[in-house]
């Protein structure tokens, strides 16, 4: 591979230099990806493996980040299970028959990925080949605390009311279906490792809005169960959670192998918490790319000092925002890549 920077990063070997990328650096951001997606909808784009792969890699041609991610959507493997869900602009995900009884739930089917997403597997075995070894390729999927919240909620949500309702007064309800959700990304990661993903990151995005107590017993052990599942012993494993200052001792047993950190927490306080076992990848407040050039730069600079150049993989603490000036991403990348 060319530019490896990423995979040694997470395994914790030497680098040359810190590698960068961004989360949802393919978007609404570009103006390359609104042209694309302003001819199909997100589903379709999501599920037209060319399409998909085109604008996967917009933002390695255009920015020059350090690591594809392939393209699609943490909700498909819902659709494969059963639940109805819809993408709509500006309005967000949305299941019309959200998930409130145990009947649902048993419904519900552990689907097979090559079966129900073969375009899934068909976009990363296209990127693998467009690719070439330029950088690696990164495989995701959402982890079963915030792909409950989804199917539970019936979409995004305030305050997470209907599945901590769930939680708090059926339990067992909410565990039998994060066990379903739990062997369905296990079959879906490994899929997508066979099919050629060199990374794979385990989104949790909403795990941050439990207790310490509630993320010990209904979180974390399902995010265990995933890493501990997947076949990879070349490939690292990321997780990430929005908002996990709060126990961050406790993600540091999930099994990952790098941690993706908010802005809430310092990288270096992060980093004293955990240890020099496990990688770290963040974590820029992405409002910091609606300023200018100059301070997204410095800001990048201090939070690579800050990371000491080692195991350290610059990102974002959450996904880059659809209003970010292209002309910021690419000073972030740029500082990132000491260019700046
Ligand atoms: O990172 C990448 O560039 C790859 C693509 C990617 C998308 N979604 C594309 C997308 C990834 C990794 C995701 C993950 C995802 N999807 C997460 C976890 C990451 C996070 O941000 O916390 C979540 C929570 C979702 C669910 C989701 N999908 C939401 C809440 C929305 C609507 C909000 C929004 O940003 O529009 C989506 C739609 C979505 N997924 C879009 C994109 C580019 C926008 C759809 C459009 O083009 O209209």
Redesign the pocket.
């Known amino acids: 591979m060319k530019n490896d920077l990423m995979i040694r990063a997470a395994r914790g070997e030497a680098v040359e230099r810190t590698p960068v990328w ?7 951001y570009l103006p390359e ?2 042209a694309v ?1 302003g001819q199909t909808e ?1 589903l379709t ?2 599920k037209t493996p060319e399409l998909a792969v085109e ?2 890699l917009q ?1 390695y041609r255009i920015l020059g980040v350090d690591a594809v ?7 498909i493997p819902v659709e494969a299970m059963g639940q109805v869900v819809t ?7 949305k299941l019309p028959e959200p998930i409130r009884t145990r009947a649902q739930v048993d419904r519900l089917i552990v689907p097979d990925p090559i079966e129900t997403t073969p375009f899934v597997m068909e976009i990363l075995r296209i990127l693998r080949r467009e690719l070439d070894g330029a950088v690696p390729l ?1 495989g ?1 999927a ?1 982890a079963p605390w ?1 792909l409950a919240a ?1 199917m539970v909620e019936g979409g ?1 949500s305030k305050n997470y009311a209907e599945i901590k309702r769930m939680m708090f007064a059926e339990p067992k309800t909410l565990h039998a279906l994060l066990d379903k959700i739990a062997d369905t990304v296990i079959l879906y990661l490994n899929a997508q490792i066979e099919a050629g993903a060199q990374i794979v ?1 385990l ?1 949790d ?2 795990a941050g809005e439990l207790s310490p107590r509630d993320y010990a017993e209904f979180a974390l052990p399902y995010q265990q169960k995933i890493l501990a599942a997947l076949n990879r012993d070349a490939v690292p494993a990321i997780l ?1 959670i ?1 908002g996990c200052g709060t126990f961050l001792e406790q993600m540091a047993t999930s099994g990952a192998d790098v941690l993706s950190i908010d802005w809430r927490i310092d990288l270096r306080d992060a980093r004293r918490r955990i240890g020099d076992r496990l990688g770290i990848q963040g974590n820029l407040d992405p409002c910091v790319l609606l300023s200018t050039p100059e301070l997204i730069a410095s800001k990048a600079r201090e939070l690579i000092e800050a990371g000491g150049g080692r195991r350290h993989i610059l990102n974002l603490g ?3 925002l ?1 209003m970010t000036p292209v002309e910021n991403a690419r000073a972030f990348i740029e500082a990132g890549k000491g260019l700046r």
């Open positions: 961004m989360m949802r650096q393919a978007g609404r990806y609104r997606r997100f784009l999501c604008v996967s933002p991610i392939m393209f699609s959507d943490i909700l993408l709509t602009e500006k309005i967000g995900p990164i995701f959402g915030t989804y995004g990151q989104f995005s909403w990430f929005n959450h996904g880059i659809p």
